[in-house]
């Protein structure tokens, strides 16, 4: 007997738990969604020149001179900007006008003209193809995740890569959620959910494992305003009065706020398309 699901049943649990997420959030929603569910925490995103992220060496480890690249929810350029310096071209797609505007922001800081930005989700009509396909803590809230990887591997000519946590970035805020909603958070897919999908698509893969220390940010405000957007909270409610209060209680860790206290492992997989 195999252990490895069949893809529809793959394909199936990943929908199944996207979806208990999804509606637990808006059963707990207070007030409307926005239009832009980033434009809150956008700032959080602005590309900083680093150095010292062991899965930002292995990415680059990966790219070959003169190749493009398609980053795929490129989000602020976390990835998008140290890989224009590595690579031809990089064509950075992302729905959000808040954090397209970081990504070019921090393009201008940087004297970086080789990104090429496309306001567009995926996946999406006349896609652009590239040597390879990127996605970076991006997917775990795609319910219809296989139509959304085929449209990936269709655009990469070389080379398929997905950057993802054991835990959803989201996760962090779990804690919060359970204190604030008086119920635990129903989690996404991640990492192990991931590897086991692509088994089942008869996808073989490498994996390059590390790992991602606890969610920190440099001020109370930015810590808040993640987690209000996390707990869906709507502004001067009494559950945020009360996450104002847990936020104000935080000890500050190395000059910053660190969310939670464990370091989560981190995966960069990539598999031929």
Request: charged share 20%; with cysteine; aromatic share 6%.
């Amino acid at each position: 007997m195999s252990v490895i699901p069949s893809s529809e049943d793959a394909l199936a649990a990943w929908a199944l738990r996207v979806r208990a997420n999804r509606d637990q959030a808006e059963r707990v929603r207070e007030g409307a969604e926005g239009s832009d569910f980033y434009a809150p925490v956008a700032q959080v995103f602005r590309v900083p020149r680093r150095t010292d992220e062991p899965a930002l060496h292995h990415l680059l480890s990966l790219a070959l001179a003169g190749e493009r690249w398609l980053d795929i929810g490129a989000g602020g350029g976390r990835y998008a900007l140290p890989l224009a310096m590595r690579v031809s071209e990089v064509i950075a797609l992302d729905p959000s006008p808040a954090m397209l505007d970081q990504l070019r922001a921090g393009m201008a800081e940087h004297g970086i003209e080789n990104v090429r930005v496309v306001a567009s989700r995926w996946p999406m009509l006349d896609a652009p193809t590239a040597d390879v396909a990127l996605i970076a803590h991006v997917g775990y809230d795609i319910e219809d995740i296989g139509p959304f990887l085929d449209a990936m591997e269709a655009s990469a000519r070389r080379l398929c890569v997905a950057i993802m946590l054991a835990e959803s970035p989201a996760a962090a805020a779990a804690p919060f959620f359970q204190q604030i909603h008086d119920e635990p958070r129903d989690l996404l897919p991640a990492l192990p959910e991931f590897l086991a999908l692509l088994l089942a698509r008869g996808r073989l893969f490498e994996v390059w494992l590390g790992e991602r220390g606890p969610s920190a940010h440099q001020d109370r405000d930015m810590v808040l305003a993640f987690l209000r957007q996390q707990l869906f909270l709507g502004p001067h409610s009494e559950k945020d009065t009360r996450l104002q209060a847990l936020v104000a209680s935080l000890p500050e860790v190395d000059g910053g706020l660190a969310i939670g206290s464990a370091s989560v492992p981190l995966g960069v997989v990539s598999w031929t398309p």
